[in-house]
């Protein structure tokens, strides 16, 4: 897990939110594979299901909406009983364009390998490839939050 160390630089701000993410690299370049897919979604799972010394897991400091924790779509999909499925539906760079919705994939996928045919107007594509998958928990401002933080970055 890696909360950031210059707000100011590596700010992804909602409402004040802090965050913390975790960054996962494939070393067969493809971190966006089947295979990879369910790796990421089981560590997702393990982070959400981990607890600060007072008991605290990520649903207790999280930024909430009435519908639960605010996660990135990918992050939605990795709770998805068939995460892969889920997920190749948000698998577009460097944004997701969903209606009048545009979620910056850019901060989320690194080393990306698009396919050049399928780009739309925009330069919006689908991934073939990617080497990285960066996956964000937005959390509040709270002392607890901060031990969650790092409880996290000690995995």
């Given at each position: 897990?890696?909360?950031?160390?210059?707000?100011?630089?590596?700010?992804?701000?909602?409402?004040?939110?802090?965050?913390?993410?975790?960054?996962?690299?494939?070393?067969?370049?493809?971190?966006?594979?089947?295979?990879?897919?369910?790796?990421?979604?089981?560590?997702?799972?393990s982070i959400k299901a981990l607890k600060t010394k007072t008991g605290r897991s990520f649903s207790d400091v999280c930024?909430?909406?009435?519908?639960?924790?605010?996660?990135?779509?990918?992050?939605?999909?990795?709770?998805?009983?068939?995460?892969?499925?889920?997920?190749?539906?948000?698998?577009?760079?460097?944004?997701?364009?969903?209606?009048?919705?545009?979620?910056?994939?850019a901060l989320v996928f690194g080393g990306v390998v698009m396919q050049e045919s399928k780009k739309d107007k925009n330069?919006?594509?689908?991934?073939?490839?990617?080497?990285?998958?960066?996956?964000?928990?937005?959390?509040?401002?709270?002392?607890?939050?901060?031990?969650?933080?790092?409880?996290?970055?000690?995995?």
């Amino acid at each position: 897990m890696f909360p950031p160390r210059e707000p100011q630089r590596d700010s992804y701000s909602v409402f004040g939110a802090k965050f913390t993410s975790v960054v996962l690299e494939d070393l067969q370049e493809n971190a966006v594979s089947p295979q990879a897919i369910e790796n990421i979604a089981a560590l997702h799972r393990s982070i959400k299901a981990l607890k600060t010394k007072t008991g605290r897991s990520f649903s207790d400091v999280c930024v909430r909406t009435a519908d639960g924790c605010t996660l990135h779509p990918l992050a939605y999909a990795f709770e998805d009983e068939d995460p892969v499925l889920s997920a190749q539906f948000l698998l577009r760079y460097p944004n997701l364009v969903f209606s009048d919705l545009v979620v910056d994939n850019a901060l989320v996928f690194g080393g990306v390998v698009m396919q050049e045919s399928k780009k739309d107007k925009n330069g919006n594509g689908p991934i073939e490839s990617a080497r990285a998958v960066r996956v964000f928990y937005l959390l509040e401002q709270s002392d607890e939050a901060e031990r969650f933080a790092a409880r996290a970055e000690s995995m």
